[in-house]
């Protein structure tokens, strides 16, 4: 295992600034697979400090004196990305007017940094496999073969098994891209490290600029350490700096940290992170609505249950209940050809059953109801079906675990990620529900 020297070393080495111990065990990894010819895929979000894992990663290895390339595989248009990478030979294609070498040739006996390597268009990631596992390809409009000896760092910020399972990235070439896995933290998982590093950032800033650094009140930080960064030290490092060149006063309190910081982002909520949670975020957002689809049905179907219980012990309605229950009736006529109650659980009065319903309310405000013949409308009846129909959370995530393994045929680590959630807590659900697992 790498000693706390050694990664102390790192950091002082490539300007790395933090104590986290999520950093520090990605430091940890780097350190030890550097001195490998292995292939690594840095995971983590936009902005978290990727490239400087691969620089670390080549900087450590054998091939540190080898040339060394970053490449945004988002960046290079479809069309001409296999040239890019690979070369190609004169009249291969409109304006080819001479044979070109491609970063896999010119970066021979060094590394090659693929980054958003999930953008890769499928038939590139074919080529990319074969040069992984024999070190060959060949240009495009060639037929011939040619040999390379370069090391591959690749880093994605979606996650690569919910794309092969969309048929989007091949499966045999991410397992082959993650030999050795490394998580790089996000800025909101990092905590003092966040403080750490707007200091150095605004100090940094502030010496180019000959002018004072700004300092933070405690109240500052740790309004700073509750922010979410989802552009993490990008946007870090871009507040510091315009606080610093901005504000007057050098002393900065919350109250003007928090004029630089969007107010829709600066929640001190846990927030979701894409790389933990099996990356699957449409169908959490499914899921996530379902509940709230079925929250919001359950109150409804209350405040109606309460109503319709006010109509038949009083007799009538109050102007004021019908106000404060004006959102169960929105939209109502563009409803009434969806059945959004089930035969069983309420049936629709024959005409004439209610009297005088319809006939102007009285000074008063109330509406008088002479008479309610139809005994098929039974309070009871309501509540029980109500509490049996399917608005339970437990019995819908009954059923959505149950789908999910059918749908994968049993295979719990396919069903989980279907999920969103872990395989340890698919196999504690499948437990508590006792559904059968085949």
């Known amino acids: 295992m790498t000693n706390n020297t050694e990664i102390q070393s790192v950091k002082n080495r490539f300007g790395i600034i933090g104590n986290a ?22 995971n983590g979000e936009s902005g978290s400090g990727k490239e400087s894992f691969s620089k670390i990663i080549h900087a450590l290895s054998s091939r540190k004196h080898g040339p060394f390339i970053a490449i945004n595989c988002g960046a290079i248009p479809e069309g001409t990305i296999d040239s890019e990478l690979f070369g190609h030979v004169k009249g291969s294609f409109t304006g080819a007017i001479e044979d070109r070498k491609g ?52 880093a994605t910020n979606v996650n690569l098994l919910d794309a092969v399972e969309r048929g989007r990235f091949r499966e045999d070439l991410y397992y082959r891209l993650n030999t050795v ?22 100090t940094d800033f502030a010496e180019k600029n000959r002018i004072r650094p700004v300092e933070l009140t405690d109240s500052a930080a740790q309004l700073l350490m509750n922010f979410r960064f989802p552009g993490n030290i990008r946007q870090l490092k871009n507040i510091a700096e315009q606080i610093t060149i901005l504000e007057v006063e050098r002393l900065v309190s919350a109250e003007i940290l928090a004029k630089y910081l969007p107010r829709d982002q600066s929640s001190g909520l846990p927030a979701l992170l894409k790389g933990l949670n099996g990356g699957n975020d449409s169908n959490f957002s499914e899921r996530d609505l379902l509940y709230k689809v079925l929250f919001d049905m359950r109150k409804d179907m209350t405040d109606l249950k309460k109503l319709v219980l006010s109509l038949l012990q ?125």
């Open 181 to 202: 896995p490394l998580y790089v933290p996000a800025l909101r998982e990092r905590g003092y490290d966040i403080e750490l590093l707007f200091r150095k950032f605004s």
């Open 314 to 438: 009083g007799g009538q309605i109050n102007a004021d209940v019908m106000q404060q229950h004006q959102d169960l009736f929105n939209g109502i006529h563009q409803e009434e050809s969806v059945a959004l109650i089930p035969p069983t659980v309420y049936t629709p009065p024959q005409p004439n059953s209610y009297q005088n319903y319809h006939q102007p309310s009285d000074n008063q405000g109330v509406i008088k109801i002479d008479s309610l013949q139809d005994d098929r409308l039974n309070i009871e009846d309501i509540s029980h079906e109500t509490e049996d129909n399917s608005y339970s959370l437990e019995k819908q995530e009954k059923e959505m675990i149950t789908r999910a393994l059918k749908k994968n045929n049993f295979k719990r680590k396919y069903a989980a990620l279907d999920l969103g959630i872990s395989e340890r807590t698919l196999y504690r659900k499948i437990k508590q529900y006792d559904i059968e697992d085949e």
């Open 103 to 154: 970063y896999f040739e010119t970066t021979n006996s060094g590394t090659i940094f693929l980054d958003e390597i999930a953008e890769l268009p499928i038939g590139t990631q074919a080529r990319l496999l074969r040069v992984l596992e024999n070190g060959e390809f060949i240009p495009v409009g060639s037929s011939k073969v040619k040999k390379t000896d370069v090391r591959v760092v690749a």
């Open 21 to 42: 111990p999520t950093l520090n065990h990605a430091l940890s990894v780097a350190i030890q697979v550097a001195p490998t010819d292995l292939t690594v895929l840095i």
